[in-house]
Each structure stands twice: as C-alpha cells, then as structure tokens.
C-alpha cells in the first residue's frame, strides 16, 4: 500500500496565494525581481490564462493564478487594494529592492533598521502586492 | 564576532502577513480554529491594539496586526475583499474545516477531492480572510 503524506513534504504547510491580473507577466516578474523559480503552470488549454502556478522564492512557496471572477478571484485592482502583504526574508533586503524597483516594483517605505534587529523595506509590486523585504541584522 | 543569519534559521522565507479588524479576537480565532500557537504579541502600550503578532501554524508561520489605516494596514472589511487567499495543509482537511466552522468561519467552497490529487475545502474566517484547507490523498 502506498502512503501519501497528507502534508506534503517538500511544500511549508502556509502558502499565499495571489490573485494577478496577467499571471503569465507576472511570474516573469517574479523571477526577474525575487529570483523565483517557476515549479508548476497550469495554462488554459483555450487562450492563455493561468488557472494554477506555483513558484519557488528561497525555501518558500508562492501560488498565483489569473483573476477568475466567478470564483471570487479578484487581483489588487480589482479589489481596491490588500488586506494581506508577502513578508520576505532575504539575503541582502537594499540589493533587492533595487532589484525589484528596476524589474518594475514601486517603493512604498524605504529600506531602514528596525529597533527589533530587521532591516526592512516595503514595495507594491506591479500587480499591486505589497511586499514586505527584510534582512536580519541582530 | 556574532554571526547574524540574514534569513532567520526558524522561519520560512516567505509568510503571509494578515492585517485583521481586533487582533486579540483573532489570534484566539486561529489558535482555536487552525491549532496555531502564538509566537510572538506586540501590544500598544496605550490601548489594546496589536502592531504586531506571530503565529505558528503547522511548521510556518503567519504575521497579523491590527489596522493602522494610516500605514495602508487595513483589513478585508475595509478594502472590501482580499487579492490573497492562504493555502494551508493540514492532516484532515475534513475535520478541520469542521473545526474552523464552529469557531465561527464561513464555507466558501465545501470540501471535495481535486483532480491533482489533494481534498480541497475553502473557508471564510470571521476578519474576512480565504483560506484553502488541502490535504493531499494521492
């Protein structure tokens, strides 16, 4: 009998999952900006709409799919907006909101300490998720 | 010299961050919901809203604050929806959407088997959050 973890194994068990408008462009975002890498894309066969993507940022998940409004699907734009922001642990937070800001992101806070040991910076990416980048620095 | 891991060792490199209407009521949603353990709690001095909190659900983590409209931190109710839904594993999907429902969550879409593979259910939390509920079966 074979056993099937219920949780599988190479994924954290909390992953978000952002609604974009134009899932193709953004995961070449994603790429250009965080590094990711692309695990998984489910393309309608008609068209060219994303229906599933999962990609891979450091040791982390993302999933992102088009806006399908039937199901409640909605991007930033769409909404107004986002209760939810990405908080992303890096290597180097200032090299990589210049990154982000030339694949095209928007600083919303600078890059700066924070009294609890974090440098951190905040930008909107341009499918409008916010993203919060921060390194560990004591 | 102390070395410093710019990417902390007991946390994943992305967590979602949630901004919810009363903190307090919901991190006792969670933990009560979703089995969450409370990490860390960053109360106001004055008053009881939370600027900051950590969760620990499974083996991830999920940040959540208070709103702070003047900072864009502003819940579901207030932005009238969410571009982001939260995707979690879990070892029985069945129960714990049960669970989550009598701690007051809303079924969005009930639980069925998909045909990647995993049981799938979404939910509504009471502060307006979409959470997946999966496990994988095959």
Redesign the interface.
């Not at 993507?53 to 998940?61: C, F, K, N």
């Not at 990405?86 to 600083?107: F, I, K, N, Q």
């Given at each position: 009998m074979?056993t099937?973890?219920?949780?599988?194994n190479e994924?954290?068990?909390?992953?978000?999952?952002?609604?974009?408008k134009d899932a193709a462009k953004a995961i070449d975002f994603y790429k250009k900006a965080f590094g990711a890498t692309e695990v998984f894309r489910l393309t309608e066969p008609q068209g060219s709409k994303i229906g599933h993507a999962e990609l891979r940022?450091?040791?982390?998940?993302?999933?992102l799919a088009d806006e399908y409004p039937d199901f409640?699907a909605?991007?930033?734009s769409?909404?107004?907006?986002?209760?939810?922001?990405?908080?992303?642990?890096?290597?180097?937070v200032d090299h990589l909101v210049e990154r982000a800001t030339s694949a095209g992101a928007t600083v919303?806070r600078p890059v700066k300490d924070e009294f609890f040991g974090d440098r951190i910076g905040t930008i909107v990416d341009p499918f409008?998720?916010?993203w919060?980048l921060a390194?560990?620095?004591?």
């Amino acid at each position: 009998m074979q056993t099937v973890k219920p949780i599988p194994n190479e994924r954290q068990a909390l992953t978000p999952y952002v609604i974009v408008k134009d899932a193709a462009k953004a995961i070449d975002f994603y790429k250009k900006a965080f590094g990711a890498t692309e695990v998984f894309r489910l393309t309608e066969p008609q068209g060219s709409k994303i229906g599933h993507a999962e990609l891979r940022i450091g040791d982390s998940l993302l999933m992102l799919a088009d806006e399908y409004p039937d199901f409640g699907a909605l991007s930033p734009s769409s909404v107004g907006g986002s209760p939810v922001s990405l908080h992303l642990y890096v290597d180097d937070v200032d090299h990589l909101v210049e990154r982000a800001t030339s694949a095209g992101a928007t600083v919303l806070r600078p890059v700066k300490d924070e009294f609890f040991g974090d440098r951190i910076g905040t930008i909107v990416d341009p499918f409008g998720h916010k993203w919060q980048l921060a390194t560990r620095k004591e």
